[in-house]
């Protein structure tokens, strides 16, 4: 039996003043909501803060990035050893935004490859983690035009199968994955709860082909203009075990619905 999983991910939002500030209301909204799992990911310079304040309480604390060396010269990195000295259990990783693909592509194509993570980067970066003992959520998703050119399975699985590459099956049991399509990041548009199934489902599937045995205990989230009156309907799909939810997890009131749809 999968647990339900809720992630917020703030992206570059809050100060560690703020957020605390976020977590307190936001621990009152869920008040006695049982039977769920709930991470929050700030930025990294917030972390210390937020683990304060969610260390003796029901909440996680994740990052929304790695890089994959243990240490050294590499100036801006932050490591998989320092995010677990800060307390962090689990991590973004292959976000469709460090992937340098945006929902709405605002940024100039000059400014894409600044971000522009690989297969092969996610690929270290899950490996550092599950060496740190942190769990990595792995994201996978299409972009508008991939969908139109019907290559939404291609593509899903081909990120999947190269983030996983070559990683014994059994260090990534903690692993979550999350099925984010491009196109309903941050744009108000959420897949149709019966598409968003199926991708999860194939995800699974594919899951169960580079780590057998695994696919039916790695919890499989959905993400995507997720709020609390698209999530129940999300929820109640088969293979959707919760949601990676980014504008919405910065309204305690909305994110304490959604979490309660998710229990
Ligand atoms: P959104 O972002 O909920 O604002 O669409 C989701 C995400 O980027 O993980």
Same mark, same amino acid.
């Given at each position: 039996?999968?647990?339900?999983?809720?992630?917020?991910?703030?992206?570059?939002?809050?100060?560690?003043?703020?957020?605390?500030?976020?977590?307190?209301?936001?621990?009152?909204?869920?008040?006695?909501?049982?039977?769920?799992?709930?991470?929050?990911?700030?930025?990294?310079?917030?972390?210390?803060?937020?683990?304060?304040?969610?260390?003796?309480?029901?909440?996680?604390?994740?990052?929304?990035?790695?890089?994959?060396?243990?240490?050294?010269?590499?100036?801006?990195?932050?490591?998989?050893?320092?995010?677990?000295?800060?307390?962090?259990?689990?991590?973004?990783?292959?976000?469709?935004?460090?992937?340098?693909?945006?929902?709405?592509?605002?940024?100039?194509?000059?400014?894409?490859?600044?971000?522009?993570?690989?297969?092969?980067?996610?690929?270290?970066?899950?490996?550092?983690?599950?060496?740190?003992? /942190?769990?990595?959520? #792995?994201?996978? %998703?299409?972009? &508008?035009?991939?969908? !139109?050119? =019907?290559?939404?399975?291609?593509?899903?699985?081909?990120?999947?199968?190269?983030?996983?590459?070559?990683?014994?099956?059994?260090?990534?049991?903690?692993?979550?994955?999350?099925?984010?399509?491009?196109?309903?990041?941050?744009?108000?548009?959420?897949?149709?709860?019966?598409?968003?199934?199926?991708?999860?489902?194939?995800?699974?599937?594919?899951?169960?082909?580079?780590?057998?045995?695994?696919?039916?205990?790695?919890?499989?989230?959905?993400?995507?203009?997720?709020?609390?009156?698209?999530?129940?309907?999300?929820?109640?799909?088969?293979? /959707?075990?919760?949601? #990676?939810?980014? %504008?919405?997890? &910065?309204?305690?009131? !909305?994110? =304490?619905?959604?979490?309660?749809?998710?229990?």
């Amino acid at each position: 039996m999968r647990r339900p999983l809720v992630v917020g991910n703030w992206k570059m939002n809050l100060s560690g003043v703020e957020g605390v500030a976020l977590v307190e209301s936001f621990l009152r909204a869920i008040y006695l909501v049982d039977g769920v799992d709930v991470v929050i990911c700030p930025s990294h310079v917030a972390l210390q803060s937020l683990w304060i304040s969610v260390r003796d309480t029901p909440l996680a604390l994740g990052a929304q990035d790695v890089f994959w060396e243990h240490h050294g010269a590499f100036t801006g990195k932050v490591s998989a050893c320092m995010l677990r000295q800060a307390g962090v259990t689990y991590c973004i990783v292959g976000h469709s935004e460090t992937r340098g693909r945006f929902g709405k592509l605002d940024v100039p194509e000059s400014t894409l490859s600044t971000f522009a993570e690989s297969d092969e980067t996610v690929n270290l970066k899950i490996r550092s983690l599950v060496y740190q003992g /942190i769990a990595p959520i #792995l994201c996978v %998703g299409e972009t &508008l035009a991939e969908r !139109e050119a =019907g290559r939404t399975d291609e593509v899903v699985l081909g990120q999947l199968a190269g983030a996983l590459h070559g990683i014994d099956p059994d260090e990534i049991r903690h692993l979550v994955v999350a099925y984010e399509p491009v196109w309903a990041i941050g744009t108000g548009k959420t897949c149709d709860a019966a598409e968003a199934q199926r991708v999860c489902a194939l995800i699974r599937s594919g899951l169960d082909k580079v780590a057998p045995g695994f696919g039916n205990d790695i919890r499989v989230l959905y993400g995507g203009s997720v709020k609390g009156a698209n999530s129940k309907e999300l929820f109640r799909q088969p293979d /959707i075990d919760g949601g #990676l939810v980014g %504008g919405a997890s &910065l309204n305690a009131k !909305e994110f =304490g619905e959604i979490v309660r749809c998710a229990a």
